[in-house]
């Protein structure tokens, strides 16, 4: 089903959600297939590998009440003055409105937006499937970076008086918060939004795209946190990008298309992750067309901007890039900002013996994901093991967990990341309250060991359980610890070894990049992941290029750095620690960088110095613009 929407052709449907109006329409796309739009997905807790899910909370799903059947289809709104609104596309594609209302309340229906809006805005759906257009007034509606969805509780009467789809928008965004509580979007930036699917090749990802009103003629492509979907970065960089006037667009890699959960796609034997890179490409070939559509020119720049598993695909974006220029393509990507990325070392790298053959023990001694979170989970232990380092005690320790240290620190692990050891590897054990027992002592370290494992063996879910982070029948551990104390090799073959390296950053790229990292992330450890690919870049790419900013006790997710969402002790409670005085917010930093980049790449003011950053983790400071490297 699709409603013809263009300006001056489209029909346009307003929706009064509080005190605010958003303009609706679904767009006729180039895609071969229609289908209902299914863009918008929910996220479960357990969505997560890379980054914290919302703590506290048992996993919600966002529903919707949207039908179909042939090409009639019928969509059911409640807006807040308990006024249903029924519209209906016909088989001849003419829309027809039925309003009802049950008081005398005079409504009236105005298909006008505010702003400067660009005459084509059709032109920015063209090419999705289920293309969705949503032009957001910023006047009270959270603009199109939704920033009144943080304060909606799901079941409340705010909540309910949304679409379904706006509904759906809130789930996915709340089960992703990574932001810190002191940086809670707030900026409504009016503009348009477009949601839908991608597919380039055999790469098919859903994807949002918004462009404010103020449009400042540049694109920043996000990468994607985790195994998320394209709603998870809102709160991050989004908001602040599309506040400055950044066209921004962001997809899911693949993981959730359809509603699917993202964990579950990564035991589907298919190796999405060996694709990660190329979709940034993808997302930024793009939208770069639909602006240029749009707007009459190309973005005078386009960057490329991500978190955690998104920062590896900035890294993996811009080496590919920089292969299209050697084949004569144009670059793309004019610079790239990588906060906090995954390390997946090269061949060369890899292979210690140097006789040109990266053996699985070679893959198994190498920095990457799994190996680190996997030894993390064996240096902490099974948080119910008698030996456990994961106790009260053993956190108030100074340092914490001194036990531990060594194998951490040889995990790659900085020490100063010490005060969140123990609530990474018991992080999700808090499940095991909401009727899913087979959480019970599993975290981050074990969880995304076993996800990303079953990504490289190409294994499924029954085939993945050998090496299990779920407890066991009968409250039995989970079987990965007693599996990976046998297995040889960490339990790879050469064929693991092709499929580690079709993932593998070569450290090569001919863009400025800015890394920043911070030594107090737990779970992408500050030597295994920011210290080793800026080795890459130094033996194999042009360092002059780079940039890496270490930032004083910043932790991987300013959420968990509140020192509020998480138990660090283990003792049952959350929050109690005092853990905020302890670790620095990085969003800030992340933002300041890619002014540096900004300035480095259309100023030519080269971005200072690679450096440690010193800070002071009780007083965070909060504006970028503060900060001077």
Not at 515 to 526: A, C, Q, T, W, Y
Request: contains cysteine; aromatic residues 8%; charged residues 20%.
């Amino acid at each position: 089903m699709h409603i013809r929407s263009a300006l001056p052709t489209s029909f346009a449907l307003l929706i009064a959600c509080g005190d605010s109006a958003v303009t609706t329409t679904e767009t006729d796309s180039d895609a071969s297939t229609d289908t209902s739009d299914t863009t918008d997905t929910s996220t479960t807790a357990t969505e997560t590998t890379g980054e914290p899910p919302t703590t506290g909370e048992p996993p919600t799903t966002g529903e919707t009440t949207t039908t179909t059947t042939g090409e009639t289809t019928t969509d059911e709104t409640t807006t807040t003055t308990g006024e249903p609104v029924d519209t209906t596309t016909t088989d001849t594609g003419e829309t027809t409105t039925t309003s009802t209302s049950t008081d005398t309340t005079d409504t009236t229906t105005d298909t006008s937006t505010t702003g400067d809006l660009p005459p084509d805005l059709d032109a920015l759906a063209v090419g999705l499937e289920g293309g969705v257009r949503v032009d957001w007034l910023g006047a009270g509606d959270g603009g199109i970076e939704h920033s009144t969805y943080w304060g909606l509780v799901k079941g409340s009467a705010e909540y309910n008086a949304l679409p379904p789809a706006e509904q759906k928008k809130v789930d996915a965004m709340k089960a992703s918060i990574l932001h810190s509580a002191q940086r809670v979007p707030t900026s409504e930036t009016p503009g348009v939004e477009v949601t839908g699917t991608l597919t380039v090749e055999a790469r098919t990802q859903e994807l949002v795209f918004a462009v404010p009103t103020d449009y400042n003629g540049r694109l920043v492509v996000l990468g994607t946190p985790g195994t998320r979907d394209q709603w998870s970065s809102h709160g991050v960089l989004l908001s602040w990008l599309v506040a400055h006037g950044y066209a921004v667009v962001v997809g899911n890699k693949g993981m959730t298309n359809g509603g699917v959960d993202g964990n579950a796609t990564m035991l589907n034997k298919q190796h999405p992750s060996q694709h990660w890179g190329a979709m940034v490409l993808d997302l930024g070939l793009w939208a770069g067309e639909r602006l240029t559509a749009a707007y009459g020119e190309a973005p005078a720049a386009i960057y490329a901007a991500g978190l955690s598993n998104g920062g590896y695909q900035v890294r993996r974006a811009l080496e590919l890039d920089r292969l299209r220029v050697l084949e004569g393509e144009p670059a793309l990507f004019a610079g790239g900002l990588d906060w906090s990325g995954v390390y997946w070392p090269d061949a060369r790298v890899l292979d210690q013996d140097a006789d040109d053959v990266v053996s699985p023990a070679e893959l198994a001694g190498g920095d990457q994901l799994i190996r680190t979170n996997e030894a993390a989970a064996l240096t902490m232990r099974y948080a119910y093991d008698p030996l456990t380092e994961t106790t009260p005690a053993k956190f108030a320790e100074i340092p914490p967990y001194q036990g531990a240290q060594p194998g951490m620190q040889g995990a790659g692990f900085d020490p100063a990341s010490a005060p969140i050891w123990g609530a990474y590897n018991t992080a999700f054990d808090y499940l095991k309250g909401f009727g899913l027992p087979q959480f019970k002592g599993v975290g981050y370290y074990n969880f995304t060991g076993y996800v990303f494992r079953a990504e490289l063996m190409g294994h499924d879910a029954a085939e993945a359980a050998a090496y299990s982070c779920y407890t066991g029948p009968n409250d039995e551990p989970p079987a990965m610890y007693e599996w990976l104390a046998q297995a040889q090799d960490a339990g790879f073959t050469d064929e693991h070894v092709e499929w580690a390296l079709a993932n593998a950053t070569t450290g090569e790229f001919s863009a400025p990049l800015i890394s920043v990292h911070g030594d107090g992330d737990g779970l992408n450890g500050l030597r295994a992941h920011g210290l080793s690919y800026r080795d890459a870049v130094s033996a194999f790419g042009t360092p002059s290029q780079h940039r890496l900013y270490v930032v004083a006790h910043g932790g991987h997710v300013d959420a968990h750095s509140d020192g509020l969402a998480l138990d660090f002790d283990f003792d049952g409670t959350n929050g109690e620690e005092g853990v905020a005085d302890r670790f620095t917010l990085m969003q800030p930093y992340a933002e300041r960088a890619f002014l540096y980049l900004v300035d480095w790449v259309e100023n030519d003011i080269a971005a200072p110095a690679g450096k440690t950053l010193a800070t002071d983790p009780a007083n965070d400071v909060l504006d970028a613009e503060a900060l001077a490297f």
